[in-house]
Every structure is written in structure tokens, then in C-alpha cells.
């Protein structure tokens, strides 16, 4: 079964850091491009970040461009989302996402990161 | 201007059809964009439904129901998601998405309620 969950979310304060993880499974991890997409509570989804399926190319939202750094080790099946200089307005469920011809599918159950002081 | 708009809700009554729409910000042309439908329901992630392009360029989703289906308005700029047969269980957000200048972007979603 292809599975996806999120680790490492939590409270922190304005302008703190927090690293999130995703644990893949059931799949050749390594040869997927992979994403990050946020959800303010009660509002809709925003795309974060991506990562090709070595790790040698990202792409970031404006709105995290420098703040946040995705990474991954495809020898542990992990994804990552480094997160610095917290606002809180990063205030959301963050999900993981598989892509595979343009399309997300799955998605992880998500982690909650709340920014506040 | 957002790049995507989508109605904030929707209600439509059991056994009808619903016709979600995208529009797309003037300037980005629908006809050129595969548009990515996705479900999203209570305390659940989001999952794929379909894309459609056109009627030769579209694509279900694994395990998707035929009364789920995509097409365009391309006077109005607009993707359509339409729901036929509405059940209860079609009661959740839905969200409309596009590759633009090597990002991501998605509609602010509309919840369907269906009673």
C-alpha cells in the first residue's frame, strides 16, 4: 500500500524553526518528484515546494522562497521541509504529496504547525 | 486578481447534477491548461479526481466515478467539475488546480452541500 505521513509539527514561536518529515512506503520512493502543500485552518490549499526525484532541482512558492528548503534522502524513503524564520501566517496542516504525470495522488495525513507566541 | 476563482459554495439536492467552475484570471487562456480536480472531505487530505483538457486530453481518476467529469467554458475562461447523480457522500470541498510559470496554483475551493 503506497502510504505518506508527515512528522515534526508542532507549536513555535515567531521566527522559530521546525524541520517536517515525511515517511514514504509502498512505492520506489527515489524515482518521484515530490511536494509540499499547506492548509490554513478553514482555507484552501497552497502549494509550498517541490523536489525532482534525485534532489537536484526545487521550487518554492514566493511566499517561502528563502525561508524554506526542501530535501530529501532517498535512501531512508524520507521527505523533508526545513521551515525558518516562522511567521504566523505558515500557520497550517502541511501535507505531502507524491506526483506522478503533473497529478498529487496520494497525500499524507497532513501535520499541524501552529506559529505563535 | 486571483489566478484561479471558484464559487465559495454550492447546493444542490440528491440526484441532481452540480456544475463546479474555475475561471481563470483574464490573460490565461483555459484552453491551454489541463485543469486538476481534486475532493477533499472533513479531516481527510484531498484526493485526485480527474484533469481534463479536452475531450481527447482528460484522464479519471483510479476508482473515480463516471458521474464525476471534467470539461470547459471557454467563454467564460472556465474549467467545469460536473457532478451527476449527486449522493450525500459527494458532500465536501472541491478544488481546482493548474500548472502556471513552473508552480502550482489552486482555486480557493467550493464546498458542495448536497441536501
Known amino acids: 500500500e503506497v502510504q505518506l505521513v508527515e512528522s515534526g509539527g508542532g507549536l513555535v514561536q515567531p521566527g522559530g524553526s521546525l524541520r517536517l518529515s515525511c515517511a514514504a512506503s509502498?512505492?520506489?520512493?527515489?524515482?518521484?518528484?515530490m511536494h509540499w502543500v499547506r492548509q490554513s485552518p478553514d482555507k484552501g490549499l497552497v502549494w509550498v515546494s517541490r523536489i525532482n526525484s534525485d534532489g537536484s532541482s526545487t521550487g518554492y512558492a514566493d511566499s517561502v522562497k528563502g525561508r524554506f528548503t526542501i530535501s530529501r534522502d532517498n535512501a531512508k524513503n524520507t521527505l523533508y521541509l526545513q521551515m525558518n524564520s516562522l511567521r504566523a501566517e505558515d500557520t497550517a496542516v502541511y501535507y505531502c504529496t507524491r506526483e506522478t504525470a503533473a497529478v498529487f495522488d496520494p497525500w499524507g495525513q497532513g501535520t499541524l504547525v501552529t506559529v505563535s507566541s | 486578481q486571483a489566478v484561479l476563482t471558484q464559487p465559495s459554495s454550492l447546493s444542490a439536492s440528491p440526484g441532481a447534477s452540480a456544475s463546479l467552475t474555475c475561471t481563470l484570471r483574464?490573460?490565461?487562456?483555459?484552453?491551454?491548461?489541463?485543469i486538476y480536480w481534486y475532493q477533499q472531505k472533513p479531516g481527510s487530505p484531498p484526493q485526485y479526481l480527474l484533469r481534463?483538457?479536452?475531450?481527447?486530453?482528460?484522464?479519471?481518476g483510479s476508482g473515480v466515478p463516471s458521474r464525476f467529469s471534467g470539461s470547459k467554458d471557454a467563454s467564460a475562461n472556465a474549467g467545469i467539475l460536473l457532478i451527476s447523480g449527486l449522493q450525500s457522500e459527494d458532500e465536501a470541498d472541491y478544488y481546482c488546480m493548474i500548472w502556471h510559470s513552473n508552480a502550482v496554483v489552486f482555486g480557493g475551493g467550493t464546498k458542495l452541500t448536497v441536501l
Open positions: 483574464s490573460g490565461i487562456n483555459v484552453g491551454t491548461y489541463r
Open positions: 481534463y483538457k479536452s475531450d481527447s486530453d482528460k484522464q479519471q
Open positions: 509502498g512505492f520506489t520512493f527515489s524515482t518521484y518528484w
